[in-house]
């Protein structure tokens, strides 16, 4: 089975920040790998599906990039609402969720 | 529009089995796949299952031996069953609907998510 690896655990950023998140596969995922974010008490929600596609509706400071074993998210200037864990998923080689990031602020 | 809804027991007495109902509107269950997807509390998202398009499933090889999904298709309701249910398998448990033809898949629409407690 495919693992997962999502650094940092926990990241704190202050408002305006540029944040960058990572997730590593334990093999080659061909770009099949969304993100998603979790509220709290709340429903997951898609941000950006097959690497780089953001989902309508989101925000165009998500963005994300990778290929390979190695995926970012990024966000290009942190806002208060953007405080969730966030979550990357692969869909290469069964279907696997990272352990993901809390996103706290500064 | 779109929209899932999980119901279910709430408490589970262990080594019983679970079943929990997903009932969807605003889309069609020959023409969308359901997943179900849990989290224990203040843990990760885990990938449990899924019925396709064509009734087909597949499942998580980790729980594979214990759940079943099928679905009522004239109800819009997709059905998960678990057996032999034990205190780690206490989470919120979600459907959502799979989208996107090759390469794309990706969980667009989710429910709000049922608490299942497991204990005596």
């Known amino acids: 089975d495919i693992q997962m690896t999502q650094s940092p655990p926990v990241l704190s950023a202050s408002v305006g920040d540029r944040v960058t998140l990572s997730c590593k596969a334990s093999q080659n995922i061909n770009k099949n790998l969304d993100w998603y974010q979790q509220k709290h008490g709340e429903a997951p929600k898609l941000l950006i599906y097959?690497?780089?596609n953001l989902q309508t509706g989101i925000p165009s400071r998500f963005s994300g990039s990778g290929s390979g074993t190695d995926y970012t998210l990024t966000i290009s200037s942190l806002q208060p609402e953007d405080v969730a864990t966030y979550y990357c998923?692969?869909?290469?080689?069964?279907?696997?969720f990272g352990a993901g990031t809390k996103l706290e602020l500064k | 529009q779109v929209q899932l809804k999980e119901s279910g027991p709430g408490l589970v007495q262990p080594s019983q089995t679970l079943s929990l109902t997903c009932t969807v509107s605003?889309?069609?269950?020959?023409?969308?796949?359901v997943s179900w997807i849990r989290q224990p509390p203040g843990k990760g998202l885990e990938w449990m299952g899924v019925i396709w398009s064509n009734g087909g499933t597949d499942y998580n090889s980790a729980i594979k031996s214990r759940l079943s999904i099928s679905r009522d298709t004239s109800k819009s309701q997709v059905f998960l069953k678990m057996n032999s249910l034990q205190t780690e398998d206490t989470a919120m448990y979600f459907c959502?609907?799979?989208?996107?033809?090759?390469?794309?898949?990706?969980?667009?629409?989710w429910g709000p998510g049922t608490m299942v407690t497991v204990s005596s």
């Open positions: 959502a609907r799979g989208e996107g033809g090759p390469p794309y898949w990706y969980f667009d629409f």
């Open positions: 097959y690497t780089n």
């Open positions: 998923y692969q869909y290469n080689s069964g279907y696997t």
């Open positions: 605003g889309l069609s269950l020959t023409s969308n796949s």
